[in-house]
């Protein structure tokens, strides 16, 4: 009796997500196009990056600049570790994930400490100097070449390099990312980060280690963006150094910021829009893509409330007025 | 290594070290009028070089290119000011960096589809003989670079210290709201502070565009390394900034020359990090940058 | 023995002397009062018994131990809970949510545990919010648990604070200022509640300049003039304190003057 009770209260405490992943995971069924499966393989990867963004900055309030440069740490670390070195792809993924854990909190400790735009050019900074060796240091990287020959990712026997088998575990992994973000921001530490994003005085004075909790995040951001970095790599079996500039971060950040900050869900919206916008503009121009970002930008903030609101409440705010002024026109 | 090479070394950073220079006295300009780090600063100077070889050649002579070039980015910085730092000046910083990081992107992208990728030059000011300095070839526009910019910072302190104008706008740094009751302008100041940013950005874009070639995206590495400079020197300071910018184009000449010319941009992040690392208020700080 | 013991402590910044070998001691169930001109260190005094700066020389001890030099985090921990000035709420989290972030401090569940819902996680998260609604009911606040934080007027505010500092089961708190911008009822309402934090056994030591609050409230007042400690003891015999007097006339002397001129 309880068993049932408690099953069923569970679906409906976690419907949205549980919708969400039925859709996420079935939509190979329902598509054929090789490039509309490619479109949601890069959506997964995105996705996994803005999760980690959404959680440091959405919830903690810290400005990275620099995500690219995880997910390239990532990227390169599963890319030479399986080509040179042999490793399983699952198991390079994991250690690259440990590199890139390993980088941010050196890097974040020190960084973290540092107010608003400090922390951004630090971020912008070390991303910086991650293409600069990925570039430069031509016997590990094969510099501007890039690395070819990539395996795809495999169970065992099994191959998962089929766009559908790839769609599954990539959006699989995605998932799981997505549930523990959930889990962690309706949680202790959640409240937490959110606490020390508005005021890290009154945080700290009510028993939050800031520091800690903030490069905790950090790297929690990091592995995240390592992992989707990891995925791409196995994906396109192909690496170069383009794909990890600060433009991307940018992106990222675009991304979010669409989405909206105050919560994790627009994460969703905000890969969305990052995957979505430029193919419609590529229609367009072909370049047309970061100047809409930057515009966007720009005109979000400036509409912006002050403080990180969902997308949400925004559309439901704007559907009253617009439904409003439409009442009283017509009456 | 040769004292004739140490020299050459020498000379190169200090011509780079002059464009940081006013990269950095633009980032302090903007920090000391309204506490934001403008992350499009980089993209002024880059606006500045791109017009200059627009202007030149649409026909305008060296002179007119470079004039027109210094007008229409501090017209572009007033319009930036106006829509996109005025309305966030009471948001926050999370909300002033991404607008200004936004703004970036907007620069870049736009030089890249107005002008394409190439990285486009400009004739040197006066003639490409180099001059021969002990033992050291050095190329006119190397001492044209310098000059200019020894000029250009010279002449703002003696602008800051002496005239009314100037003044005001020193009152506005160190408090808005005291100078704003004794009837100051703030907005419009803001905007001149802006202007003048604008204006200092081209005018180093201009006359490094003979020497190192201008592309959409030179924007980004001098934004960052003129932020360096100022961070270095101590944000909030000019001293500091011009002294910053002189300082990592040396440390950087020298380091191409002594370790290697591909860790070159390498060594101007290390710095930055470094200084944030350890002493974020850099040498001769002003403003507490680093903790809460 | 002493709740807090503040011994010869002395804070330089720079050239600027704020405090200068204060040195005074709060003991358990009492309710203390620091008073004195603007400027004359109290709000320093705070930040440094509560972990946010470092003293240049003296020492700060709480329950007999050494605390000099703790972060913040830490005395709370130890059982120091604190409001600020200008009442550093979490405007658009709900009123709840604030007293919540308080029992961060008596709950454990770690990364690991929120990430995969463990049971020590989902029970404390029950705990906290039942704990929560207590705090807010201490302080007469329980009606608005779901309202937004910002929409709350400046009483309900500074009790919001107070509840969430009270949610960290503090055995000392410090209230900066708590009836700063308060009507006589409201500052009526305020000394009600900390009379029954007291009678709930939580020592408070309070910086305030309403002279009536004081006065009423507190069992002993320090009184501190440019950073130098000048009085220290019951209500009474600080009114009647020639130096006292002298400190606070001084500062109006000097008022009208500047007005004048």
């Given at each position: 009796m309880g068993a049932v009770n408690q099953f069923y209260r569970y679906l409906r405490k976690h419907a949205g997500f549980l919708i969400f992943a039925i859709v996420a995971m079935t939509i190979p069924a329902y598509v054929g196009d090789a490039y509309y499966l490619s479109l949601l393989a890069f959506t997964a990867t995105r996705f996994m990056m803005a999760l980690g963004l959404s959680l440091l900055l959405g919830q903690a309030g810290q400005i990275s600049l620099g995500q690219a440069g995880f997910v390239g740490i990532g990227a390169y670390g599963s890319a030479i570790m399986t080509?040179?070195?042999?490793?399983d792809p699952w198991i390079a993924m994991v250690l690259a994930a440990v590199l890139s854990a390993a980088v941010a909190a050196v890097v974040g400790i020190p960084a973290l400490r540092l107010r608003g735009y400090y922390l951004a050019m630090a971020t912008l900074g070390v991303n910086e100097i991650i293409y600069l060796l990925l570039v430069r240091l031509k016997s590990l990287t094969n510099g501007t070449d890039g690395i070819t020959g990539i395996p795809g990712l495999s169970f065992g026997a099994l191959g998962l390099s089929g766009p559908k088998a790839y769609h599954l575990v990539a959006w699989g992994v995605a998932l799981v990312m997505l549930r523990l973000s959930l889990n962690l921001s309706s949680s202790r530490v959640g409240r937490a980060l959110r606490a020390l994003s508005r005021s890290e005085a009154a945080a700290q004075s009510l028993g939050i280690n800031v520091s800690y909790r903030k490069v905790q995040v950090f790297v929690m951001a990091a592995i995240f963006a390592s992992i989707a970095g990891s995925f791409d790599a196995h994906y396109m079996r192909f690496v170069s150094?383009?794909?990890?500039?600060v433009t991307f971060s940018i992106i990222l950040i675009t991304g979010v910021i669409i989405g909206g900050l105050g919560s994790l869900w627009g994460a969703v919206w905000g890969t969305l829009a990052i995957v979505i916008l430029p193919e419609l503009l590529k229609r367009v121009h072909s370049d047309l893509t970061n100047l809409v970002f930057g515009v966007l930008l720009i005109a979000i903030m400036i509409f912006w409330q002050g403080r990180p609101r969902a997308l949400g409440p925004a559309l439901e705010k704007w559907r009253k007025m617009i439904g409003g002024r439409i009442r009283r026109g017509a009456s | 290594m040769s004292s004739a090479e140490l020299l050459q070394y020498f000379f190169s950073g200090i011509t780079s070290g002059s464009i940081y220079a006013l990269t950095a006295l633009g980032f302090t300009l903007v920090f000391n009028a309204t506490s934001v780090i403008n992350f499009a600063q980089g993209q002024l100077v880059m606006l500045g070089g791109m017009l200059g070889v627009a202007l030149y050649g649409a026909g305008l002579p060296l002179w007119g290119a470079s004039l027109g070039a210094v007008a229409v980015v501090a017209a572009v910085a007033v319009g930036f000011e106006r829509v996109a730092v005025r309305p966030l000046l009471q948001k926050g910083v999370l909300a002033q960096v991404i607008a200004t990081v936004g703004a970036s992107f907007v620069f870049e992208t736009a030089a890249m589809l107005i002008w394409g990728r190439d990285a486009v030059g400009l004739p040197p000011f006066s003639g490409d003989e180099p001059l021969l300095v002990g033992g050291a070839t050095v190329a006119p526009q190397t001492v044209w670079v310098v000059g200019l910019s020894v000029a250009i910072v010279v002449a703002l302190q003696m602008f800051f210290r002496t005239t009314l104008l100037g003044k005001a706008v020193r009152a506005c740094a160190v408090d808005p709201i005291a100078a704003r009751l004794q009837g100051i302008p703030y907005g419009r100041l803001v905007t001149f502070v802006f202007a003048l940013t604008g204006a200092i950005a081209a005018a180093g874009g201009v006359m490094i565009t003979p020497i190192s070639f201008m592309s959409y995206h030179s924007g980004s590495l001098l934004g960052l390394k003129g932020f360096a400079a100022a961070t270095l020197g101590g944000l909030g300071s000019p001293v500091g900034a011009v002294m910053g910018g002189y300082v990592l184009g040396v440390v950087e000449a020298l380091g191409v020359g002594f370790v290697s010319a591909g860790y070159k941009d390498v060594i101007a992040f290390a710095i930055l990090l470094l200084v944030l690392f350890s002493r974020p208020s850099g040498i001769l700080g002003t403003r507490a940058a680093g903790h809460h | 023995m002493a709740l807090l013991r503040v011994d010869k402590v002395t804070k330089r910044f720079g050239g600027l002397?704020?405090?200068?070998e204060v040195s005074f001691a709060v003991y358990q169930g009492q309710i203390k009062a620091l008073i004195g001109p603007n400027g004359a260190g109290k709000t320093t005094l705070f930040n440094l018994v509560s972990g946010y700066l470092l003293p240049t020389s003296g020492r700060v001890y709480f329950s007999g131990r050494?605390?000099?030099?703790?972060p913040p985090h830490r005395m709370c921990g130890l059982g120091v809970g604190r409001t600020f000035q200008h009442s550093l709420i979490f405007e658009d989290m709900s009123v709840l949510d604030n007293v919540a972030v308080g029992r961060y401090s008596r709950t454990r569940a770690g990364l690991l545990a929120a990430f995969f819902a463990l049971p020590v996680h989902r029970r404390e998260e029950r705990e906290t919010i039942k704990a929560a609604e207590e705090a807010l009911r201490r302080v007469g606040l329980e009606q608005r648990a779901c309202d937004r934080a910002g929409t709350l007027p400046m009483g309900e505010r500074h009790l919001l604070e107070i509840a969430r500092a009270l949610a960290s089961e503090p055995q000392l708190l410090l209230l900066d200022e708590p009836a700063a911008g308060l009507n006589e009822a409201e500052t009526a309402c305020l000394a009600e509640v900390v009379r029954r934090l007291r009678a709930d056994g939580v020592t408070v030591l309070v910086v305030e300049h309403d002279m009536t609050f004081v006065m009423d409230l507190s069992d002993e007042v320090v009184v501190l003039d440019y950073g130098r400690k000048i009085a220290e003891g019951p209500p009474f015999m600080i009114q009647e304190n020639e130096e006292v007097i002298k400190a606070y006339l001084g500062e109006e002397l000097e008022d009208e003057t500047s007005v004048e001129s």
């Open positions: 080509t040179r070195l042999g490793f150094p383009e794909a990890y500039t | - | 002397e704020a405090l200068r050494d605390v000099t030099g703790y």
